[in-house]
């Protein structure tokens, strides 16, 4: 079964287009975490979701927005791409201190 | 700046012999993870300490966390192919669970 799950696997888009990736997690975790890992496989926090309310923004622009509808799912939206959001997106969940890792989401801007 | 220095950044091994990753910061952790990270796939916890000079030892794999909390280690003994992978150090200064990652090592073990 999975635990963290992400659509798609994949994006390919053009620049300026709005995109969403979708997450669910069913380990019944009360966290949930965005992350973005660049070229260089560094891995970044985004943004957390605790309770569906936002608890860190690490000054992330605010051409992405995370939407909770319920425990179990946090999207992710972006406006405007640009070329510099090209990267690879995980999602993450938590509860107490380990973090389950979804399978990423590479997307790439053209 | 990072807050968290991973050396080396690659390490290319052959299969057998002992290798050592530093993590390394100026700040201070209420505790540090190690996760390894395969292609195509998101990184998976391998440890979690959280007491100054605490070592863990999982099979082959020796984690410490140095004395000051500011500091870790990741020993393996006789590496094996399936070692290979990202090995990333990540520490939380809170509590909360707000992880800041390392800057990685890429490791590869020759058959």
């Known amino acids: 079964d999975t635990a963290v799950s992400q659509t798609p696997k994949y994006l390919v888009t053009q620049m300026g287009n709005d995109k969403s990736i979708k997450c669910e997690q069913n380990?019944?975790?009360?966290?949930m975490y965005w992350y973005k890992q660049d070229s260089k496989k560094f891995l970044k926090i985004m943004f957390s979701y605790n309770n569906k309310e936002l608890i860190i923004n690490e000054t992330v622009p605010n051409r992405f927005s995370p939407k909770s509808p319920d425990k179990a799912h946090l999207n992710l939206h972006i406006n405007s791409l640009e070329l510099g959001d090209s990267a690879v997106y995980f999602c993450?969940?938590?509860?107490?201190?380990?973090?389950?890792f979804g399978p990423g989401t590479r997307l790439t801007v053209l | 700046t990072q807050l968290l220095e991973q050396s080396p950044q690659f390490l290319s091994i052959q299969e057998g012999e002992n290798l050592t990753v530093y993590c390394n910061s100026s700040s201070v952790f209420s505790s540090l993870q190690w996760y390894r990270q395969e292609p195509g796939e998101g990184p998976v916890l391998l440890v979690t300490?959280?007491?100054?000079?605490e070592v863990k030892k999982l099979k082959r794999l020796t984690f410490q966390f140095g004395d000051a909390r500011k500091d870790s280690s990741l020993h393996i003994t006789a590496a094996q192919p399936g070692d290979t992978g990202l090995y990333l150090c990540a520490g939380d200064q809170t509590g909360a669970n707000n992880l800041f990652f390392g800057t990685g090592t890429r490791l590869t073990v020759i058959p």
């Open positions: 300490v959280v007491t100054g000079g």
């Open positions: 993450a969940s938590s509860r107490i201190d380990t973090q389950y």
């Open positions: 380990l019944g975790h009360d966290t």
